[in-house]
Each structure stands twice: as structure tokens, then as C-alpha cells.
């Protein structure tokens, strides 16, 4: 499987930037990085993808480091919605299915 | 952007029943689509995968005559939770990608859940 590791759990103060770390050393070279989140009791919710480049969107920013193997997930002003279990993955070229880890449990706190 | 909805949202049976969920890409065609169960405090676990027009492949560990798929059109895929144990209580979680595009360059869009509870 497509493993990647992240911190259980993590806290962020309300307004304040959030930074998810995830580890993926295995990625090969055409695999993206995927972000979702999963709100208690809904189905996860894609956020943002990315191959090598740092991307950005409405809702977050990507960065990559330039030999892959970790990225950060950024949240510029973490808000109490924010609060959500947050998975990183990155799906293999060689079958197509999307596998979990336990991903990151993130508080953000008034 | 694209939208996966899920039926029923909750459901309650018996034990011996069965139960039908449904998975429809509303704005979208979906060759493939995806179920997940989810127990509580742990992360979705892959039960199998559902191709439009052929048979699903089931993960390892997931007995295919009890958890039936069909996936009869481009955007809709049924699972069967046949004769329900108690056990069977979870978190069922499905999910499709746009199109014919391999899920490692197209983001997954996911329904919001069913919860299944067998009494």
C-alpha cells in the first residue's frame, strides 16, 4: 500500500495559520499528493492536489518539498469549521484505488 | 463542482435483513466508484471497488456475497448489506471519480455517508 505518515493529532489556535506535515517517502515520480478532510459523521472532502509544484486554492495551500517525500498542508486562518480529520495519500499508478491512513486530527481552539 | 449523492443517510433493521444503499454522481458520470466502511474513531477502510458494467473487486477480507455491488449505470452504484449482523453497524462511505480517469490524477468526490446500525 501507499503509505504515508502523519501526527495523530495536532491543535491551532482560532485565526491562526494550521501546518499539517505528512511524510510520503515512497511517491514515485507521476504520484500526486492528495489532501482531504472528513468533518465527524460526513464523508471526507477533497481539498487540494499536487504533483511538484506548491498549489493553491480557496480553501488551501500545498507545499512540496523538491525531492517529494513530504508535504505541508496549509491552512492560512484556521477557523472552528476547520475542525476535522485530515488525510493525506497519495493513490499508486499501479492500481486505481485510494487507500487511508488514520490521518491528522486537528483542534482548533477559540 | 461534482456532487456524489448518498441514500439513506441512516438506516435502522433487523438482524437477517438486508439493506440497499445507494451511490448516484449527480453531475457527473462515474466509471468507477468506490465503497468504504468506517468504524468509530478509525479511518475508512476500502471494501471495494465498483466498475460500470462488470462484476466489483472486493478488498481482502470482504465476503462479496454479503456485501453485493452493482454498478448498472455511469451513475449509479448499489451496495447490499445482505442478511445484517449487528457487527455490520457502521459507517458506509461511497465515493466516484469524473469520468474514465485513473484516480491517481483525479480527485475522489464522496457521498455523505450511511450509517447503519443493525439491531
Known amino acids: 500500500d501507499a503509505k504515508t505518515t502523519q501526527p495523530p493529532s495536532m491543535d491551532c489556535a482560532e485565526g491562526r495559520a494550521a501546518n499539517l506535515p505528512c511524510n510520503h517517502s515512497t511517491i514515485s515520480g507521476n504520484e500526486y499528493v492528495y489532501w482531504y478532510r472528513q468533518i465527524h459523521s460526513q464523508g471526507p472532502q477533497y481539498i487540494i492536489h499536487?504533483?511538484?509544484n506548491n498549489e493553491t486554492n480557496e480553501m488551501a495551500s500545498l507545499i512540496i518539498t523538491e525531492d517529494r517525500k513530504s508535504s505541508t498542508l496549509i491552512l492560512p486562518h484556521a477557523t472552528l469549521r476547520d475542525t476535522a480529520v485530515y488525510y493525506c495519500?497519495?493513490?499508486?499508478?499501479?492500481?486505481?484505488?485510494?487507500?487511508f491512513g488514520p490521518g491528522t486530527s486537528l483542534s482548533v481552539i477559540p | 463542482g461534482a456532487v456524489v449523492s448518498q441514500h439513506p443517510s441512516r438506516v435502522i433493521c433487523k438482524s437477517g435483513t438486508s439493506v440497499k444503499i445507494e451511490c448516484r454522481s449527480l453531475?457527473?458520470?462515474?466509471?468507477?466508484m468506490f465503497w468504504y466502511r468506517q468504524f468509530p474513531k478509525q479511518s475508512l477502510m476500502l471494501m471495494a471497488t465498483?466498475?460500470?458494467?462488470?462484476?466489483?473487486?472486493?478488498e481482502q477480507g470482504v465476503e462479496k456475497d454479503k456485501f453485493l455491488i452493482n454498478h448498472a449505470s455511469l451513475t449509479l452504484s448499489t451496495l447490499t448489506v445482505t442478511s445484517a449482523h449487528p457487527e455490520d453497524s457502521s459507517f458506509y462511505i461511497c465515493?466516484?471519480?469524473?469520468?474514465?480517469?485513473?484516480?491517481?490524477?483525479?480527485?475522489?468526490?464522496f457521498g455523505n455517508g450511511t450509517r447503519l446500525t443493525v439491531t
Open positions: 453531475d457527473f458520470q462515474a466509471t468507477t
Open positions: 465515493s466516484a471519480r469524473v469520468g474514465s480517469h485513473s484516480s491517481y490524477n483525479s480527485p475522489l468526490h
Open positions: 495519500i497519495f493513490p499508486k499508478t499501479s492500481y486505481d484505488k485510494v487507500i
Open positions: 499536487g504533483l511538484k
Open positions: 465498483s466498475n460500470e458494467g462488470s462484476k466489483a473487486t472486493y
